[in-house]
């Protein structure tokens, strides 16, 4: 498998697990947690504009454009953030996302982002 299909897929894979943690998300009232005002409102509003983000990402990135992997950085970064929020919280001793498929989520997040970051450290994208 050459680089760009790799960037590709862990790409998708990555904002696959991220989009089923913020349904998970949405679950356990997350904007409770963070504090955010405007309820589910917001959140869907928020989470609409984060995959319209996130497809572009991707698009940019299936056509090899450079700024595919600021998006690629983009996708991993949001991914050590969701693992190193939540566990600070779950170490708080916080109640939500204590479901073993929540947890199982968290932990693929943390898998995947480290394995897109090495394939994104090295990536080239076409000029």
């Known amino acids: 498998m050459n680089q760009a299909s790799t960037s590709s897929r862990l790409y998708l894979l990555n904002s696959a697990l991220l ?10 009232n997350e904007w409770e947690l963070f504090g955010i005002p405007g309820g589910i409102q917001l959140f869907l509003i928020v989470n609409l504009a984060l995959i319209l983000v996130v497809m572009h990402g991707f698009e940019c990135v299936v056509r090899g454009q ?4 600021f998006y690629s950085w983009l996708i991993v ?3 050590f953030f ?7 919280f779950l170490l708080r001793g916080q109640p ?8 199982i989520l968290l932990a ?4 995947v982002s480290v394995a897109q970051a090495a394939v994104t450290a090295r990536w080239r994208p076409e000029l």
């Open 19 to 28: 989009f089923t943690h913020e349904i998970d998300s949405a679950y356990w």
């Open 66 to 69: 450079a700024q595919g992997r």
């Open 82 to 88: 969701a693992v190193i929020a939540h566990s600070y």
């Open 96 to 103: 939500q996302f204590r479901l073993p498929v929540s947890l």
């Open 108 to 111: 693929a997040i943390l898998l």
């Open 77 to 79: 970064g949001a991914g």
